[in-house]
């Protein structure tokens, strides 16, 4: 599925802001307890460390405040919060309420779960609720994979970290940011990414791999010709990070530089939904984003799901 965006309301980015927990988890820590090595998970998945701790709702009412606080913007004068989360608090109620009442915002809230999919997916549910009326949203991005790991499976620990990602998303009169936008998902792979309640996360990683930067690149490619780009058009590619060998893979089949790459999987490893927000604040902080860029975010996920929108920096 995917459109251009025809309406008359649009919306731009005014701020941002995340929260990752203090505990770091180096390589050398793992290999501690795992039969695993800091050269393999580097070579294989470009992982150097991760952040572990905290609650979804507390790393998300932490991203939330420092989003507020750079869009100069109180809690009250946001209409909703829209929370991609695949590790709520709770199975009820969604951990959106607990944000929306930590932060003190007196509009609505609602969790997405389109997995590692979800901030973008929760992007374009945002935007059209901006165009029908609603001024001001805090989208956030916030997961705690740790606690759905079994920390005795190589196969899944070595990839896993915990954080949040949010920005403020305000309206605007015209096209504001948002350029395109492309959303999909096959439920007949919902086998190769799982957990079940009270369970662990299965992966096959292998499987997820090879569809992932299919899914990745197509939607991409969806995206940038809806807004009626091409690939050299692209300034800043902010991919879901879940391997850098998938982001490297990806890169090159959309011929985007891997320059133009973001990438935090190093600090953060995959943190699912906050790994895209994640991301795109760390290019926000480090000057990588100026106005006029085009920017194009994409990730996949559990599902499958796959989701990428190219934005046009500023406004
Ligand atoms: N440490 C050391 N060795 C390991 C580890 C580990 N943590 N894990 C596997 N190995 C070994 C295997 O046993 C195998 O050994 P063998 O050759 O003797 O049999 C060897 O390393 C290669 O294993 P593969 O599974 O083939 O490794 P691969 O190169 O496929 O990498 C990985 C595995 C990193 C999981 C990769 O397949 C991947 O990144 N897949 C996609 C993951 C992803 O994108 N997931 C989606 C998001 S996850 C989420 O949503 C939370």
């Not at 309420?97 to 549910?125: E, H, K, M, R």
């Not at 791999?209 to 490619?221: G, L, M, P, T």
Request: glycine share 12%.
């Amino acid at each position: 599925m995917a459109t251009t965006r025809t309406g008359v309301r649009g919306g731009i980015v005014t701020g941002w802001g995340i929260s990752v927990p203090d505990k770091v988890v180096t390589n050398d820590d793992l290999s501690a307890t795992m039969d695993t090595n800091d050269a393999w998970i580097r070579e294989r998945t470009g992982i150097r460390e991760r952040r572990i701790g905290g609650t979804t709702s507390q790393l998300a009412i932490e991203a939330g405040l420092a989003a507020l606080a750079r869009a100069g913007r109180r809690p009250d004068e946001i209409d909703a919060v829209v929370l991609a989360t695949t590790t709520p608090d709770q199975i009820v109620p969604g951990t959106s309420a607990t944000v929306q009442d930590g932060i003190g915002v007196p509009g609505g809230a609602f969790d997405v779960n389109a997995a590692c999919s979800g901030f973008v997916y929760a992007l374009a549910v945002a935007h059209g609720l901006l165009a029908i009326g609603a001024e001001r949203l805090l989208v956030i991005g916030s997961e705690t994979l740790s606690r759905i790991t079994d920390w005795d499976d190589r196969s899944v620990a070595v990839l896993v970290g915990d954080g949040a990602g949010a920005v403020v998303l305000e309206a605007v009169d015209g096209p504001g940011q948002l350029l395109s936008w492309n959303l999909g998902a096959d439920g007949s792979l919902r086998h190769l990414l799982m957990c079940d309640h009270g369970g662990y996360l299965f992966m096959d990683g292998k499987e997820v791999f090879r569809k992932a930067v299919r899914v990745v690149v197509d939607s991409a490619e969806q995206a940038i010709a809806e807004a009626g780009l091409t690939a050299a058009d692209v300034s800043l590619l902010v991919p879901h990070q879940a391997n850098l060998r998938i982001i490297s893979a990806a890169c090159q089949r959309l011929g985007i530089p891997e320059e133009k790459a973001v990438v935090v999987i190093d600090r953060y490893g995959n943190t699912s939904s906050a790994s895209i927000p994640l991301a795109l604040v760390d290019a926000l902080e480090t000057g990588r984003l100026q106005p006029g860029d085009h920017v194009l975010l994409t990730g996949f996920g559990g599902g499958m799901t796959w989701a990428s929108a190219v934005l046009r920096w500023g406004g």
